[in-house]
């Protein structure tokens, strides 16, 4: 699940977004990864909650597209299905898209 708020921040707007993957998510660590942090695959780790749950919130600037993935254990990437878009890769596979512009409205089917 994705939720963002709009957050004032060392005196400007940004984008607070929190990640959570639920309890059911068999991994030693994971890791957000994506043109955020450069592509660093272990700078963003979750926290495995005692509920079990998997979270992260990170700041993000207003008005931009950020793609990213999650990564399992060095090796898993897996999907979001509450990204705001998708992105295709050169990979063979899909980036997942966070919008954090306060006028953004997702479609939903």
């Given amino acids: 699940m994705i939720h963002k708020i709009f957050v004032v921040a ?19 660590a994971i890791y957000l990864v994506g043109d955020f942090n450069a592509w ?4 963003h780790p979750f926290r495995h909650e005692s509920d079990g ?7 993000l600037e207003v008005g931009r597209a950020y ?12 999907n979001d299905s509450q990204a705001d878009a998708y992105v295709y890769n050169p990979y063979g596979s899909n980036n997942f898209v966070v919008v954090t512009d306060p006028q953004f409205k ?3 089917q």
């Fill in 53 to 59: 749950r998997w979270t992260i919130s990170v700041d």
């Fill in 40 to 43: 660093h695959r272990t700078s």
């Fill in 10 to 28: 060392d005196g400007k707007l940004c984008a607070r977004v929190d990640f959570t993957l639920p309890e059911h998510t068999w991994a030693g």
């Fill in 67 to 78: 793609q990213f993935r999650y990564l399992i254990d060095d090796r898993d990437w897996i």
């Fill in 106 to 108: 997702q479609y939903r």
